[in-house]
């Protein structure tokens, strides 16, 4: 069976510093991966997925994930931070085998972007 | 390019009321059409999905129903309302038979039980 895990349910870094905020899944079978942010009272919002070939994945708001298949992870960075970043962040895995319509999602990261 | 509309945005209702929650996609056909539900604190929790007209699976026993009338519109319902049906619900459509397609989302409905 799949499931994720986000380690940290709360990061708070200052504006300016790396952001990092971790993944790990478990699938028997290559996965597809994704990253979701969410501000509040709004729905969620793709900010980057991996699916097959390059292991590290640009995606918006100059934010960027890595699949390690050796790590079992794929982790959120940016290098610098803006208030604005200030959110929930969720990564998901999908098999990529079968006729799997479902995410599996990770219970979320909140950040804090302190000035 | 595609869009997904969600309404109402917030909503009170008390115990023991109906409740209907639509969701309709523009732009795409056929597409697959997912009902979560958020709870304060807690992650997403996919209460039903739909990958065609009348087709639903339900995922967790509970007092909602879903359907789906038309191939783009996604309804979530209920006879009678319980407390703890209050939570934030979003609605999100996936291309079908595209098994790298991510989730595109709803704006959510703010839903309080009172």
């Known amino acids: 069976a799949q499931s994720v895990t986000q380690l940290g349910s709360h990061v708070s870094v200052s504006e300016g510093a790396l952001v990092l905020l971790r993944c790990n899944y478990s699938s028997s079978v290559p996965p597809y991966l994704f990253w979701y942010v969410q501000y509040p009272n709004q729905g969620l919002q793709l900010l980057l997925k991996y699916t097959t070939g390059a292991t590290l994945v640009k995606g918006i708001n100059g934010f960027e994930a890595e699949f390690k298949k050796s790590e079992t992870s794929f982790h959120l960075t940016k290098p610098s931070a803006h208030m604005s970043d200030a959110a929930e962040y969720f990564c998901?895995?999908?098999?990529?085998?079968?006729?799997?319509?479902?995410?599996?999602w990770g219970l979320g990261t909140s950040l804090a972007v302190n000035p | 390019s595609q869009t997904i509309h969600q309404w109402p945005a917030t909503l009170v209702q008390p115990v023991g009321s109906p409740l209907s929650l639509e969701c309709t996609v523009e732009g795409t056909s056929n597409p697959n059409l997912y009902w979560y539900r958020q709870a304060a604190g807690r992650g997403l929790q996919l209460l039903f999905y739909s990958v065609g007209i009348g087709q639903i699976s339900s995922e967790v026993p509970q007092n909602l129903s879903a359907s789906r009338p038309q191939d783009r519109q996604f309804i979530l319902s209920s006879k009678k309302l319980l407390l703890s049906d209050s939570g934030f619900y979003l609605c999100?459509?996936?291309?079908?038979?595209?098994?790298?397609?991510?989730?595109?989302f709803g704006n959510g409905t703010r839903l309080t039980v009172t």
């Open positions: 999100a459509w996936s291309e079908d038979r595209v098994y790298n397609s991510p989730l595109h």
């Open positions: 998901a895995v999908r098999a990529n085998a079968g006729n799997n319509r479902k995410l599996i």
